[in-house]
């Protein structure tokens, strides 16, 4: 209940942080701004002004409108966005949007995936005093281990039985989401308070109805918070798939071939897209939480 | 469920209802000398002719591993039904048990069904490259580890430290920043790879480039929400002996983010790792964790690309585990810590 009230306290202290974040943003644009006319100098007098006379503003104005700058200009990004977004047809390969399902597919068939596999082991290590000694250490050991590098593994294992498109980077999602989902749902599923286990006792009921009654729902605050790290985790495996799989496709891809080719708007665009992507599957996470959890916020 | 309804307090929950799948609690030295007799057996069983990779794989071969792993789920749940005294102790050895017995029977059963090494090479195998790779990996070690990891994990937790004390006197800027800091963690920062790639090269200093961004924020977060942990009762006594700020920052506030602060550093270890690895995917020069995952994957030379995660599992759970220390050492008196043993 303690998180509960927390994020409440954040959203109600949202409406007075309006000016701060404006105030923020806007720093962060002017630096911006700034660090793109430093970096974006040199070259600019290089290739653009060589030939002619210039001010101090044609330099500015030159800066942010280079074709390949160092650092884009923020409304060099906003403008290819929406350009890549508006000017191609939803199946082409050129469009963002494009890009962006293709990686979204992949994460969210991965994080599904991956849930249901946590909530299950997850089950099983609470009922069984075995699975809680032998696997629960192992697992919560790997949270340290940098399980992401063992993705070209996955990548080439199932590559050589056949699989490929979206099914490998599903299953890198996967284990990604996996980790942290079992184990806030162990710690969730034993949140309830002996005194609530014993009364459920008294009731004679089963361990699947105490399961279903008791120990699912009290587990529900700690599950939507392990949610919100297994999507994004998932989000950066599938990204990280999509890099050595010829990269045809995906928000991976798009920043790999931009690396290839030195097209930064590109590569910024794409960054820009998964930080959107990021940020929405995040909020759909808190958005679930919000309706489903409705009934226990205490105001 | 009945875990944590201690059956000692109350012995009919326990048996009534069968809700404890488990065995009753066996004998410590009976379970003992089970274990053992299986290990002999085992290695008995893995050195002989049965179990070489010529030999036909027969109906024995056969009979024998389901009997060894019937003993061995036997005597893992036996040595995870151990209650008492030694507890803890056999709490580990459960999860060693367990690992040891996944090992044995991932080297059984590949070399016997001869899986092809690019699918799974087995245990054996991957410690003779780690071995014969030993200086290849060490480099790569030396590479990604020494310096983009370590170097970028200080630089970033450090910033991300200064940056959380300097504005801690600045509500408004605190008000804009944490929420937008707080947002990272949902995006894939590890993206800017191919950025940093291009300002700062191929060599380490793009990958430690990565790590302090992906570090930063989540140092910065922790740090704040460190600093406003302590307790009202305990600033106003500060503020009763006429602490400056100064004082009450370094001997109350201070003191009391360090857990908040390890929490930071501990997470910070495993995702510094990880952007330095993924980093490395986006161009390297040719030494590298990263780098001798995606190349020696490319050229299906699976045992070498197991080496190498094997070398990145070590590193970050050592890490972990050198911070888990140092946080016992620093902030011995907090609860949290007190708490364990």
Redesign the interface.
């Known amino acids: 209940m303690a998180m509960t009230s927390k994020r409440h306290g954040h959203a109600a202290a949202l409406g007075s942080q309006g000016a701060p974040i404006a105030v923020v943003l806007a720093l962060i644009a002017l630096v911006w701004y700034g660090l793109a006319i430093a970096l974006n100098a040199q070259g600019a007098i290089e290739r653009n002004l060589a030939d002619v006379m210039w001010t101090w503003q044609d330099l500015v104005a030159t800066t942010w409108a280079m074709e390949r700058p160092v650092l884009p200009a923020p409304h060099q990004v906003a403008l290819d966005l929406w350009a890549s977004i508006t000017g191609w047809p939803l199946s082409s390969p050129r469009n963002l949007l494009f890009h962006t399902a293709v990686t979204a597919e992949s994460t969210l068939v991965g994080f599904i995936l991956g849930t249901l596999l946590g909530l299950l082991l997850s089950i099983a290590i609470v009922h069984s005093r075995t699975l809680d000694r032998a696997l629960l250490p192992w697992i919560v050991a790997s949270q340290s281990v940098p399980v992401l590098a063992i993705a070209p593994i996955v990548l080439v294992i199932l590559g050589s039985i056949g699989l490929t498109g979206v099914a490998p980077k599903a299953v890198i999602a996967m284990y990604l989401c996996f980790f942290p989902v079992t184990v806030a749902m162990v710690q969730g599923l034993r949140s309830p308070q002996v005194i609530e286990t014993e009364m459920l006792h008294t009731y004679a009921a089963s361990p699947w109805q105490a399961l279903w009654m008791l120990r699912l729902p009290a587990s529900l605050p700690f599950l939507f918070p392990a949610l919100r790290v297994g999507v994004a985790a998932g989000l950066v495996g599938a990204m990280v798939a999509e890099l050595p799989t010829g990269a045809q496709a995906g928000l991976g891809a798009r920043l790999l071939t931009g690396s290839y080719y030195g097209q930064t708007i590109q590569i910024w665009s794409a960054l820009v897209m998964s930080a959107v992507l990021g940020l929405v599957l995040t909020a759909a996470m808190a958005g679930l939480e919000h309706v489903v959890l409705r009934s226990r916020r205490q105001t | 469920?009945?875990?944590?309804?201690?059956p000692k307090a109350?012995p009919a929950?326990r048996s009534a209802?069968g809700?404890?799948?488990?065995p009753v609690a066996p004998d410590g030295k009976a379970t003992v000398a089970m274990v053992a007799a299986s290990f002999a057996l085992a290695l008995v069983f893995m050195f002989s002719p049965l179990a070489r990779p010529a030999a036909p794989v027969g109906a024995l071969f056969w009979t024998l591993t389901a009997t060894l792993a019937v003993l061995a789920s036997v005597g893992?749940?036996r040595?995870?039904?151990i209650r008492g005294t030694g507890g803890g102790f056999y709490?580990?050895m459960?999860?060693a048990?367990?690992?040891f017995w996944i090992l044995y029977f991932w080297q059984l059963l590949v070399v016997a069904a001869e899986v092809?090494r690019?699918?799974?090479p087995s245990p054996a195998l991957i410690v003779a490259s780690l071995w014969d790779n030993l200086s290849t990996l060490g480099g790569d070690f030396v590479q990604t580890v020494i310096k983009a990891v370590l170097i970028g994990w200080a630089l970033g937790c450090g910033l991300g430290f200064l940056v959380a004390i300097a504005i801690d006197r600045m509500p408004?800027?605190?008000?804009?920043?944490l929420?937008?800091a707080s947002?990272t963690?949902?995006?894939?920062l590890?993206?800017?790879?191919?950025?940093a790639?291009?300002?700062f090269g191929f060599e380490w200093p793009s990958k430690a480039a990565v790590v302090v961004l992906m570090t930063f924020f989540p140092m910065l977060v922790s740090t704040l929400a460190g600093l406003q942990a302590s307790q009202r009762l305990e600033r106003e006594l500060m503020h009763s002996y006429a602490a400056s700020y100064l004082r009450t920052l370094w001997s109350l506030r201070l003191p009391s983010a360090v857990p908040f602060m390890f929490a930071a550093l501990?997470v910070n270890?495993?995702l510094a790792?990880?952007g330095a690895?993924?980093a490395e995917?986006?161009?390297s020069p040719t030494t590298g964790?990263?780098f001798r995952?995606?190349t020696e994957?490319?050229k299906?030379n699976?045992t070498l690309?197991?080496a190498?995660?094997v070398v990145?599992?070590v590193t970050?759970?050592t890490?972990?585990a050198l911070l888990s220390r140092l946080e016992r050492r620093v902030a011995f008196w907090h609860p949290s810590v007190r708490g364990r043993k």
């Open positions: 469920m009945s875990r944590r309804a201690d109350n929950l209802k809700i404890q799948m488990d893992i749940r040595t995870a039904a709490a580990s459960t999860a048990l367990f690992g092809p690019v699918l799974l408004f800027l605190q008000r804009g920043l929420p937008i947002l963690s949902a995006i894939p590890v993206g800017v790879a191919p950025i790639v291009m300002w501990k270890a495993s790792l990880i690895i993924v995917f986006f161009g964790l990263g995952i995606s994957a490319l299906m699976m690309v197991w190498a995660v990145a599992a970050g759970t890490a972990y």
